[in-house]
């Protein structure tokens, strides 16, 4: 536990120079721990599982075996990303396991928000063990926890409830018996950011927006289908392009487009067109708790209108979520 505690004479990493410092002696503890030994990631793209991979790769090389599990509710050009900048531009050794099919199979038909957190949540280990089975020689697991994640299972563990798992890796077989790798543990968000950039990360992936779990999963509402994930998919693409190029990407928390399983009536070519609506959701907060409705400027709102409408089969409407949390959950599932 001792060594799970931020030391109050550790200065905050916000300069590059701080972030460089953080790294080289990463670096060193890393190599002492590991030796030459092979460390297994599971790398979904996201903020945290990107930085310590990198910081790993700069470690240990090959030594680090990356695993992303494409469960087919990513965003657009996410698991894209990760291959470019992991399998090519960091030459790292990933494996890359496209399990869209096993994961849309499972969920077909289940129209329980719930029950479909479960069905990814499982399945998710499950990708995960096989892949981690295949592998020889593994003796490290590598985990992107940050500060965060410690100062809430601390609170928990004294208020007698029960520890959160912060992470979708679990249920790896006992007799893997693996030590834990965890260079970002004492980091909050912001350094860990910092230290991305720092790694020669992309901006865009070092600042990412959270995205849950289970992922385009609860945001394609009801039972799931794959026309309408395209759709989803292809609609937050446009907002999140035009959030970036007006700026509201650096200003806005989360924002993202859910897809409801109903259809509307709608005129195109002067034909009735029935189409999903896309529901545009912006917020911001600090702890996810509480969240309030970002203003986003109309000009905006009518060009990402308009684009969604033309350019996305399937969706005849654009509507704007205006609830704040509570009483609206940031997600609709
Ligand atoms: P809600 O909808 O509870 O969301 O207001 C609060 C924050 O948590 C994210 N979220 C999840 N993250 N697995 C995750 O890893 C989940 O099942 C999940 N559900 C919600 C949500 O995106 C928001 O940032």
Not at 153 to 173: D, F, M, Q, R, T
Not at 177 to 202: I, N, Q, S, T, Y
Request: charged share 25%; proline share 5%; hydrophobic share 40%.
């Amino acid at each position: 536990m001792e060594n799970n505690k931020r030391p109050e004479s550790m200065a905050r990493i916000n300069t590059p120079e701080l972030a460089k410092q953080f790294i080289d002696e990463q670096v060193a503890q890393i190599r002492a721990q590991v030796g030459d030994k092979k460390v297994l990631l599971a790398l979904s793209g996201g903020v945290d599982s990107s930085v310590v991979a990198a910081l790993l790769i700069k470690a240990i090389g090959k030594q680090l075996v990356c695993v992303h599990v494409n469960h087919g509710l990513m965003r657009k050009g996410e698991s894209e990303q990760v291959i470019e900048v992991f399998g090519k531009e960091l030459d790292a050794n990933l494996v890359y396991v496209d399990a869209t099919d096993r994961f849309l199979n499972l969920l077909e038909g289940v129209s329980d928000p719930e029950k479909k957190r479960k069905i990814i949540g499982a399945e998710f280990i499950n990708v995960f063990d096989e892949e981690a089975a295949k592998l020889d020689g593994i003796s490290f697991l590598a985990q992107g926890t940050i500060y965060p994640d410690i100062l809430e299972s601390i609170k928990a563990a004294e208020s007698g409830k029960p520890v959160k798992s912060h992470h979708n890796v679990g249920g790896l077989p006992d007799d893997m018996a693996m030590e834990l790798v965890e260079p970002v543990k004492l980091l909050f968000k912001d350094e860990v950011r910092v230290v991305g950039e720092a790694l020669g990360l992309p901006h865009a992936m070092v600042y990412r927006q959270p995205f849950p779990g289970p992922g385009l999963g609860v945001r394609c509402l009801g039972a799931i289908t794959r026309d309408r994930l395209h759709a989803l998919r292809e609609a937050d693409a446009i907002l999140r392009e035009e959030f970036d190029l007006c700026g509201l990407a650096e200003k806005v928390w989360q924002y993202f487009i859910a897809v409801p399983d109903f259809k509307s009536v709608g005129v195109k070519d002067e034909k009735r067109y029935e189409g999903w609506p896309a529901i545009l959701r912006a917020v911001n907060t600090t702890d996810a708790m509480t969240a309030t409705i970002e203003e986003i400027p109309y000009a905006v709102l009518h060009r990402i209108t308009q684009r969604i409408t033309t350019e996305v089969p399937g969706i005849n409407r654009v509507v704007m979520d205006l609830t704040p949390k509570p009483v609206g959950t940031i997600e609709w599932e």
